[in-house]
């Protein structure tokens, strides 16, 4: 049993160093896609605000593996050839997973008291200070938690990327697994436990920052 | 919200803010107008590559495209969700009242298993279950949304039973209830109502992963698109995604606003003993791809 892994330890490096950059770059990108987001869906215009209302929206119920499809079969009928694979990967996963940033740091800022804005404002503070100065710092602490929990489903989601040319943890198990067919389960189970450590700790440590915030309020 | 962020507009400020929203609007429509002009430079708007949906060639008929679409592709969807939720539900609840067991030894496996199912990929399961168990493609996907979905369902009923008052419990017990029906019909229906809201959100999550079917060779929505395209030929890709793609939101999104309607409602009716913020957050952490949005409920 152990042969298998042995066997097969650059297939299962090689899937996991991919599965760790996709969840690296896009988790970057998409926080800074996300925080442009959430800016603009409290930004004073109102078209701005529109705008990345319904972009939220149109992401957040649309499935992953749909916006992967739309990539790369439906894009290229606009003339726009995606790079296939690993950046494609990147763009979908980021279009993807800023939504849900963007959601978390959102319901982050509208955690802070209202007596909070309402004091920025009363002492003279603009809109730009009262943000950076007063309400951000408070809306931090609360969103790490939510953004720790969208980063580990990222991490998760990284495997639909498995489906479009992309060999990562889960389209190595697939290879594996189809490879050696007898041992399919042992294959897949070590790909679990990879993921389970760090999707398990990652989750713990989520849980113990939002309690910590829970008290401090 | 975001009234509290800067003052009540004066009339200065309105107009700034008027003509910041036509300019506004005017850069969204330029940028709209080229794009479009662009999308059909390359002939992406000609009827006859949109004609699948109405008159299609190769002899099929649009009726044949669209039960093959609608009745096959949506309903094979449709089906994997369908049994899929129930399951999820059903075992979920099982899991949560496993998870109040006094003891913790007897509870640790109830939590164990909670962990593991949340912290994989639904696809990974999904694997697990066609090249593992040799499953066929739809107890495949079955397996992997249940499995996820029951450990996501467990939390939020979970969560539901924590917020309660525990007066409830009290004063069902003090009237000679047993455990059992104090549980049963006291304490869960009033869970169960509380967190209708974030269990119809989480069936939209559902819903959206049953899609990950397409890539372990379960033939539903998306399979159906691209079997379709290959038949007919890429030029019609783009009207058949669009159908693909208007049929996920339709569904997903009429099912998100139920979801917020009913949080609405309850937030209205439901007495204010219920810690709400807790709930909330609790919700929130659960499963970040789905969820609702607590403040506005836009």
Do not use: H
């Not at chain 2, 008929?61 to 999820?88: E, N, Y």
């Not at chain 2, 066609?130 to 949304?145: E, R, T």
């Amino acid at each position: 049993m152990i042969d298998v892994f042995l066997d097969n330890g650059p297939a299962y490096l090689a899937g996991f160093r991919m599965t760790l950059a996709l969840t690296a770059v896009a988790g970057v990108a998409s926080l800074v896609f996300g925080t442009i987001l959430a800016a603009l869906r409290v930004a004073p215009l109102r078209p701005l605000r529109v705008l990345a209302t319904g972009y939220v929206e149109l992401l957040r119920n649309t499935p992953l593996t749909l916006v992967f499809f739309g990539m790369v079969l439906v894009a290229p009928q606009f003339g726009i050839i995606p790079p296939i694979g690993f950046w494609t990967a990147i763009i979908c996963l980021t279009l993807y997973t800023s939504a849900f940033v963007c959601e978390a740091l959102r319901s982050g800022i509208n955690s802070v008291g209202v007596g909070q804005a309402e004091a920025a404002r009363a002492i003279g503070l603009t809109f730009g200070q009262s943000l950076a100065l007063v309400i951000f710092p408070q809306a931090v602490r609360t969103v790490i938690p939510p953004l720790i929990n969208v980063i580990i489903a990222l991490a998760k989601n990284t495997s639909v990327a498995a489906g479009f040319a992309v060999v990562e943890l889960v389209a190595t198990g697939r290879r594996l697994g189809q490879a050696i067919p007898g041992e399919a389960v042992t294959i897949l189970g070590g790909i679990a436990i990879l993921y389970l450590l760090f999707t398990i700790p990652a989750g713990l440590f989520a849980t113990r920052i939002e309690q910590k915030v829970a008290f401090a309020r | 919200m975001s009234s509290v962020l800067y003052d009540a507009p004066g009339p200065v400020a309105r107009r700034r803010e008027a003509w910041g929203s036509v300019v506004g609007v005017l850069v969204i429509l330029v940028g709209l107008f080229f794009a479009v002009r662009y999308a059909a430079g390359r002939g992406v708007f000609q009827l006859d590559r949109w004609d699948v949906l109405w008159d299609p060639p190769k002899g099929q008929t649009a009726a044949d495209v669209w039960r093959s679409l609608l009745v096959q592709g949506l309903g094979a969807t449709l089906r994997a969700a369908a049994i899929a939720a129930p399951l999820a539900l059903g075992l979920g609840l099982l899991l949560a009242l496993w998870r109040r067991v006094p003891n913790v030894w007897l509870r640790a496996p109830a939590i164990g298993v909670v962990e593991i199912a949340r912290g994989l990929p639904v696809l990974l399961v999904m694997l697990f279950g066609w090249l593992g168990f040799n499953m066929q493609p739809l107890s495949a996907v079955v397996f992997g949304l249940t499995l996820y979905n029951m450990a996501i369902f467990a939390e939020i009923l979970r969560a539901g039973l924590a917020a309660l008052p525990r007066g409830q419990a009290e004063a069902s017990l003090a009237i000679g209830m047993t455990r059992w029906q104090t549980l049963l019909s006291i304490e869960l229906p009033q869970a169960v109502r509380t967190m209708t809201p974030s269990l119809i959100a989480q069936l939209v999550v559902l819903l959206k992963d049953s899609s990950l079917g397409f890539i372990i060779g379960y033939v539903e929505l998306l399979r159906v698109i691209q079997r379709n395209t290959a038949f007919f030929g890429a030029d019609y890709t783009v009207a058949l995604f669009v159908v693909g793609a208007g049929v996920y939101l339709a569904i997903n999104i009429s099912l998100s606003r139920l979801a917020i309607r009913l949080q609405r409602r309850g937030s209205r009716r439901s007495a204010g003993t219920i810690d709400k913020q807790k709930l909330t957050v609790a919700t929130a952490m659960l499963d970040p791809t789905g969820g609702l949005d607590k403040s506005t409920g836009f």
